[in-house]
Nanobody, 121 residues
Framework: QVQLVESGGGLVQAGGSLRLSCAAS????????MGWYRQAQGKQRELVAH???????DYLDSVKGRFTISRDDASNTVYLQMNSLNSEDTAVYYC???????????????WGKGTLVTVSP
């Protein structure tokens, strides 16, 4: 069974930084796209950033230049470095990964349970 566990959330002042981590564990034969989403209270979940297995990245316009996504395939971990945080970044952040657990199984998307990021004024 594949599990994704996020860490690194917390309370930070505006202008500060946080680094989120998401570690995938269990049976992992192959991992593809990995990404970070967020959902603020009363709003829909949105894609913040994603990174392909080849290392190509894409970002939500409002975080470009402030957030950086990276991955370490040796440890099946995806990171999100967040700088210059502001109150609009306050949300629960979720990671997602396309994983193929075994050679005999198809890949599918797995989700973590989320980590709360709160940016104070």
């Amino acid at each position: 069974q594949v599990q994704l566990v996020e860490s690194g959330g917390g309370l930070v002042q505006a202008g500060g930084s946080l680094r989120l981590s998401c570690a995938a564990s269990g049976s992992i034969f192959w991992s593809g796209m990995m990404g970070w989403y967020r959902q603020a209270q009363g709003k829909q979940r949105e894609l913040v950033a994603h990174i392909t297995s080849g290392g190509s990245t894409d970002y939500l316009d409002s975080v470009k230049g402030r957030f950086t996504i990276s991955r370490d395939d040796a440890s099946n971990t995806v990171y999100l470095q967040m700088n210059s945080l502001n109150s609009e970044d306050t949300a629960v952040y979720y990671c997602s990964a396309e994983i193929r657990p075994t050679m005999a199984m198809r890949s599918k998307d797995y989700w973590g349970k989320g980590t709360l990021v709160t940016v104070s004024p």
